[in-house]
């Protein structure tokens, strides 16, 4: 029976009984008790009774249906739910024989089903761990495109994304968290994307201790930072970030903080003029010009600490960025630096990115960072079959020769843990991975940092 033809059949029998209760509320009284109910009295009660029964079924109908539509809805989620738990005793048995010394069972079907990247849902109406699929503005900050969302974006079955409930034309789904809300402000920046107020709160507190994150942006498009703070709710969070705003705003090399080590902090743009300055924080008195504690009228000297900084850096080899004078060290990857100032140089010489004749990596560095990849990718597979990990790198460095550096990056969602480039944290979920170079990252670092 169609919906239509259902919610027809219920409202006749609504009108029918309401006309059947109308006509019992006028004789009521009008009977001689005791006497037997008329031909037409039991007419009407055995009329009463079968639009009653109508409704009742009407009412099954409906809630056989609604369970229909949430079974063809879910049935690819429920049986990724088996497969994981399935695969989860798999490892569980592996596990145990690993550590009573036994060999290790061969890989049973579930598990290779889960590990294998093509391991997918194809749910077009809700698909996990992916972008909206129509953006109010084509962003320059590419994740993957609509074509290819079905075959890039991976699902997690441990974590799937519960059913949207029915919303207003006025809802929005936040970039971040992909969370349907109502919003209150305007915090969406030239990319065309909408932010919930709770990520922002969580963007905000992280860029108090992370200044890579300044200015706040999303797909490389800056917030409005008055719309920002006008957002936020909790008057010591808007006073911090507001602070902390001014701090960042302020070049690096022209920043005085306080040189107490217990307090820190950020104090004025320095100045020329030999002039003390009292921080309001601990009531140090500070030398605008040098930046160490107030000497009277002494000549300013250089720190000692910073003395012995610099030499430190000499003997280990590490930088000095030409845009904030912070020290940095390579570990891996090539020789192009970004500074947490957005300064970018080569890491032999420190001149600006591209304007020397330098080699753009070291050979060793680029195998380490085509291991950790290869290992992100495989993982455990990495310790298991060793020669196909191996096989793997050799082609990570090759890729890696060629593609090392990306002028901007498209990113695509990969299934299974790792940890981030960029920020170093162990993702247990998913990493973003770019499709040039190959970096594998967070969705904060590509979505906030790196673009």
Same mark, same amino acid.
């Given at each position: 029976?169609?919906?239509?033809?259902?919610?027809?059949?219920?409202?006749?029998?609504?009108?029918?009984?309401?006309?059947?209760? /109308?006509?019992?509320?006028?004789?009521?009284?009008?009977?001689? /008790?005791?006497?037997?109910?008329?031909?037409?009295?039991?007419?009407?009660?055995?009329?009463?009774?079968?639009?009653?029964?109508?409704?009742?079924?009407?009412?099954?109908?409906?809630?056989?249906?609604?369970?229909?539509?949430?079974?063809?809805?879910?049935?690819?989620?429920?049986?990724?739910?088996?497969?994981?738990?399935?695969?989860?005793?798999? &490892?569980?048995?592996?596990?145990?024989?690993?550590?009573?010394?036994?060999?290790?069972?061969?890989?049973?079907?579930?598990?290779?089903?889960?590990?294998?990247?093509?391991?997918?849902?194809?749910?077009? &109406?809700?698909?996990?761990?992916?972008?909206?699929?129509?953006?109010?503005?084509?962003?320059?900050?590419?994740?993957?495109?609509?074509?290819?969302?079905?075959?890039?974006?991976?699902?997690?079955?441990? @974590?799937?994304?519960?059913?949207?409930?029915?919303?207003?034309?006025?809802?929005? &789904?936040?970039?971040?968290?992909? /969370?349907?809300?109502?919003?209150?402000?305007?915090?969406?920046?030239?990319?065309?994307?909408?932010?919930?107020?709770?990520?922002?709160?969580?963007?905000?507190?992280?860029?108090?201790?992370?200044?890579?994150?300044?200015?706040?942006?999303?797909?490389?498009?800056?917030?409005?930072?008055?719309?920002?703070?006008?957002?936020?709710? &909790?008057?010591?969070?808007?006073?911090?970030?507001?602070?902390?705003?001014?701090?960042?705003?302020?070049?690096?090399?022209?920043?005085?903080?306080?040189?107490?080590?217990?307090?820190?902090?950020?104090?004025?743009?320095?100045?020329?003029?030999?002039?003390?300055?009292?921080?309001?924080?601990?009531?140090?008195?500070?030398?605008?010009?040098?930046?160490?504690?107030?000497?009277?009228?002494?000549?300013?000297?250089?720190?000692?600490?910073?003395?012995?900084?610099?030499?430190?850096? @000499?003997?280990?080899?590490?930088?000095?960025?030409?845009?904030?004078?912070?020290?940095?060290?390579?570990?891996?990857?090539?020789?192009?630096?970004?500074?947490?100032?957005?300064?970018?140089?080569?890491?032999?010489?420190?001149?600006?990115?591209?304007?020397?004749?330098?080699?753009?990596?070291?050979?060793?560095?680029?195998?380490?960072?085509?291991?950790? @990849?290869?290992?992100?990718?495989?993982?455990? /597979?990495?310790?298991?079959?060793?020669?196909?990990?191996?096989? =793997?790198?050799?082609?990570?460095?090759?890729?890696?020769?060629?593609?090392?550096?990306? =002028?901007?990056?498209?990113?695509?969602?990969?299934?299974?843990?790792?940890?981030?480039?960029?920020?170093?944290?162990?993702?247990? =979920?998913?990493?973003?991975?770019? @499709?040039?170079?190959?970096?594998?990252?967070?969705?904060?670092?590509?979505?906030?940092?790196?673009?």
């Amino acid at each position: 029976m169609a919906t239509a033809d259902a919610e027809t059949f219920a409202l006749i029998a609504r009108l029918l009984l309401d006309d059947i209760n /109308e006509v019992e509320r006028y004789r009521k009284g009008k009977r001689n /008790e005791g006497s037997p109910p008329t031909d037409e009295e039991l007419s009407f009660t055995a009329q009463q009774k079968e639009m009653q029964d109508l409704l009742s079924s009407m009412q099954d109908l409906r809630v056989a249906q609604g369970l229909n539509r949430a079974l063809t809805t879910d049935d690819a989620i429920l049986s990724a739910f088996d497969i994981a738990e399935r695969s989860a005793d798999d &490892d569980r048995r592996a596990a145990i024989a690993l550590s009573s010394g036994l060999p290790l069972p061969p890989r049973t079907d579930y598990q290779q089903r889960v590990e294998d990247r093509g391991f997918s849902l194809n749910i077009p &109406d809700a698909p996990i761990h992916a972008p909206p699929k129509k953006p109010s503005a084509p962003p320059s900050f590419v994740f993957v495109r609509q074509d290819e969302v079905e075959s890039t974006v991976s699902i997690n079955p441990y @974590r799937s994304k519960p059913n949207r409930p029915f919303h207003s034309h006025t809802a929005k &789904d936040c970039i971040s968290c992909m /969370e349907s809300f109502t919003p209150s402000h305007n915090l969406r920046p030239a990319c065309g994307h909408d932010w919930c107020s709770r990520c922002i709160v969580d963007l905000v507190t992280a860029c108090l201790k992370d200044e890579s994150l300044y200015p706040l942006r999303c797909c490389g498009q800056n917030f409005v930072e008055s719309e920002i703070l006008a957002s936020l709710r &909790d008057r010591r969070l808007h006073s911090q970030f507001r602070l902390k705003a001014q701090e960042f705003a302020t070049p690096p090399l022209q920043r005085v903080y306080c040189p107490e080590p217990r307090c820190s902090s950020f104090l004025c743009p320095a100045s020329n003029v030999k002039k003390s300055v009292a921080c309001e924080s601990c009531g140090e008195m500070v030398c605008l010009a040098c930046k160490s504690l107030g000497h009277g009228d002494e000549d300013c000297v250089e720190q000692a600490a910073l003395t012995e900084l610099k030499e430190l850096a @000499r003997e280990k080899g590490w930088q000095t960025c030409p845009g904030c004078h912070a020290v940095v060290e390579l570990n891996y990857g090539c020789y192009h630096m970004t500074c947490r100032c957005r300064a970018e140089f080569c890491y032999i010489c420190a001149v600006p990115w591209k304007q020397c004749q330098c080699a753009q990596w070291d050979e060793e560095r680029l195998l380490d960072t085509a291991r950790q @990849r290869v290992a992100n990718d495989m993982g455990r /597979e990495a310790m298991i079959q060793p020669q196909l990990y191996q096989a =793997q790198v050799r082609q990570a460095v090759n890729h890696l020769r060629v593609n090392h550096d990306c =002028q901007s990056h498209r990113w695509r969602y990969r299934s299974g843990g790792g940890r981030c480039e960029e920020c170093h944290h162990n993702l247990p =979920q998913y990493l973003l991975v770019c @499709r040039g170079c190959g970096m594998q990252a967070c969705v904060r670092c590509a979505r906030n940092r790196l673009v």
